[in-house]
């Protein structure tokens, strides 16, 4: 594959990743199931953890699993193209879950489909991711605490992998992933932040 070939095929794989990655599942589900604009309840996030405030826990699982998968897809598919084509599909699928076309730009905060991405690169970062949140929350019961250990982790492990691309694209994530918490972040500072169970 020549450079230019290759260039162009990165630029297509995030793109197409972006355009995956920007649909909203947790506000098409809820609308498609009478819950109405998902936007209007709790958060007013288009996650899982938002769309479990409506009560329904087949319906978050649903929104969870699709926005793992709008991250994993893209990057399944890319790889055909190339490593680095794979990277920038997962990447444009993160970034399209945060900042949608369709919604002027506001979306979630990219927790399952960082999980996502990670699962579509290389499945033991999405173990790890996972099993850093589950241990976080067994210790901490705060969900947004356990994302953001296990998302400030991941550049270390990518770290190992010695592939400077990866770890600057992992960092990129955690980074947005800090910005898109900031409101979390906030209550957490203020000890304020909810628990399992609670509001977010």
Known sequence: MSMDLASNMSILGFLLGYLAGSIPFGLLLTKAFGFGDIRQTGSGNIGATNVLRTGNKGLAAATLLADMAKGALPVMVASKYGPETALLAGFGAFIGHLFPIWLKFKGGKGVATYIGVLIGLYWPFALFFCGVWLVATLLFKISSLSALIAAALMPLIAATT???????????????????????IKRL????????????
């Open 189 to 200: 500072r203020r000890g304020e932040e909810a628990k399992i169970g609670g509001n977010e």
């Open 162 to 184: 010695g592939q400077k691309t990866l770890v600057f694209v992992i960092m990129m994530m955690s980074f947005l992933v800090f910005i898109k918490h900031k409101d979390n």
